[in-house]
C-alpha cells in the first residue's frame, strides 16, 4: 500500500511549528496590501502579523486571491514523483474559489500521473477550523487509516468542528461585503459586537449579538462548549487576529470549564493568518472544537 501526504492551505491558521509537526504540505495563498503581493506563508516570513494588522488599523485595505491550477500543479508534482498519494483539504468551498481550483488541478495532474491517487475533501471550514479538521486527519493516519479511509473519516467529521467567533469592528467584514454598511454602522454607535459561526455550507452566519467586549468573548467560548462531543480526542484551538490578551483570556475560561465538566482536551493559541484576517480584520477571537453539530 502506498503511503499518502496530507495537504492543505494556509488557511488553516495553525502555527509552522505545529505543521512541521503534523508533517503536513501547506500551500502558502496570496494576498496583496499596499500594492505589494506576499504569500501567507505559516512563518509569516515575508511580512509579520503585527505588520499586517498594524497597516490594517491605518486604513490599508487587504486583497486575497484564492489558489490558482497552475501553482496547485507546481507544488503537487514533486510529492508525486515521489510515488506518494494526496490527500489534500481544501479551504470552504463556501468562501473561497479554491477548491474548484484545486478539483481542476487535480484532474490535469492525473492525466500525467494515471497510478497516483488524489482524494480532495471540501472541509466546509475556514482558519482553525480547518486546522482543526487537519490535526484530526494527521492523526487517523497516523493510526493507520489508508487514503480512502481518512477522506471517508473527514466527510463525516467536517460539519462537526464548530467555529464560534467574534470581531473587534464589523468594518472588516463591511469592507469585504460579508454586512451591510448599515448595519455595521449601528452596530459601532452601540458598542454592539456580534458572535458568530459558519454554518453547514461554509459560510458566515451571526449567532448572536452581545453589547460589549468582554460579553462576546464569553458568548463565543459559550458557544464552542455547546453540544461538545466529549467523546472524540481532539485539541481546542483559540486563534486570534493580533489579540493574545483576549486569547488567553479564553483559553482560561475554557480550560477552567473543562476542569468542571472533567473533560481533557488540551487547548492551543493559533494566530489568524492574513488571508483570514483580511476579512474578520484585527482582533478577531476564534474558538474552534469538535461537537454533535455546528449550530
Known sequence: MKDYIIVTDSTIDLTDEMAKELGILVLPMTFTID?????????????GLEEFYQKMVNGSTPKTAQLNVNYIMEHAKPV?????????????????????????????????????KIE??????????????????????????????????????????????????????????????????????????????V????????????????????????????GLETK????????????????LYCKDYIEKKYAEMHFDSKVVITPIGPVIGAHSGPGTIAVFTISDKRE
Open 199 to 226: 454554518d453547514n455550507e461554509g459560510h458566515l452566519v451571526a449567532l448572536s449579538k452581545k453589547h460589549g467586549r468582554r460579553a462576546a468573548l464569553n458568548a463565543t467560548c459559550e458557544n464552542a462548549l455547546v
Open 35 to 47: 500594492g505589494k503581493e506576499y504569500k501567507n506563508y505559516l512563518d509569516g516570513r515575508e511580512i
Open 80 to 116: 508525486l514523483d515521489k510515488n506518494l498519494d494526496v490527500l489534500y483539504i481544501s479551504f470552504s468551498s463556501g468562501l473561497s474559489g479554491s477548491f474548484n481550483a484545486v478539483r481542476l488541478a487535480s484532474e490535469q495532474l492525473m492525466l500525467d500521473y494515471p497510478d497516483a
Open 120 to 197: 480532495i475533501v471540501d472541509s466546509l471550514c475556514a482558519s482553525g477550523g480547518e486546522g482543526l479538521l487537519v490535526w484530526m486527519a494527521v492523526q487517523k493516519k497516523n493510526s493507520g487509516a489508508t487514503l480512502e479511509e481518512n477522506k471517508e473519516y473527514l466527510e463525516n467529521l467536517k460539519l462537526h468542528v464548530k467555529h464560534s467567533f467574534t470581531v473587534a469592528d464589523l468594518e472588516y467584514l463591511k469592507r469585504g461585503g460579508r454586512i451591510k454598511a448599515t448595519a455595521a454602522f449601528a452596530a459601532k454607535l452601540l458598542n454592539i459586537k456580534p458572535v458568530l459561526h
Open 232 to 247: 472524540a480526542n481532539f485539541i481546542t484551538i483559540v486563534s486570534h487576529a493580533d489579540a493574545l490578551e483576549d486569547a
